[in-house]
């Protein structure tokens, strides 16, 4: 999914980012590249990113888990990085719309199909926060590893 998206610019700047002054979107492994590991404690230093959790088990009829971990880019004002914060705008939003390029952006943010005359944008490819959590599900040791190389 990393090169797939649907972004449209122009319908995005008429709505001036109500989704991205909501909440951030949400990032999939492939977002960081390999090594992961090491690219995950980089993005951890920049504090642009934050370490969410998707409530009890993302995986349908199953409940082994009390939470599963995801990323996806740090809520303005808010500095932990682990913070399950839900609503607040994205730090990567200006004035002028995202500072990140298309292809620099959460899986989530990419796969959000904007409409236009206030309709409701549609998410495509399983990419949500749902979609994230089961995605992240295997690199749970990689995402906590990371947190604790960094000084928080």
């Avoid at 980012?17 to 690219?39: H, T, W």
């Avoid at 939470?67 to 200006?94: H, M, Q, V």
């Avoid at 944008?121 to 992240?136: F, P, R, T, V």
Wanted: proline letters at 7%; charged letters at 30%; a positive charge.
């Amino acid at each position: 999914m990393k090169n797939k998206n649907y972004l449209n610019i122009e319908l995005c700047k008429e709505c001036g980012g109500v989704c991205c002054k909501r909440i951030p979107g949400a990032c999939f492994p492939e977002d960081f590249g390999k090594p992961l590991l090491e690219n995950l404690i980089e993005a951890f230093k920049s504090g642009n990113w934050a370490i969410d959790w998707w409530e009890g088990d993302p995986r349908d009829n199953k409940d082994k888990l009390e939470k599963a971990y995801y990323i996806r880019p740090r809520i303005k004002g808010i500095s932990k990085l682990f913070d399950p914060t839900w609503g607040g705008e994205c730090n990567f939003l200006n004035n002028n719309g995202c500072v990140l390029s298309p292809e620099e952006r959460p899986t989530t943010c990419r796969m959000l199909e904007p409409k236009s005359e206030g309709k409701s944008c549609i998410s495509h490819d399983g990419a949500e926060k749902q979609g994230a959590a089961l995605a992240w599900l295997p690199f749970t040791k990689v995402i906590l590893e990371a947190s604790r190389r960094i000084k928080i």
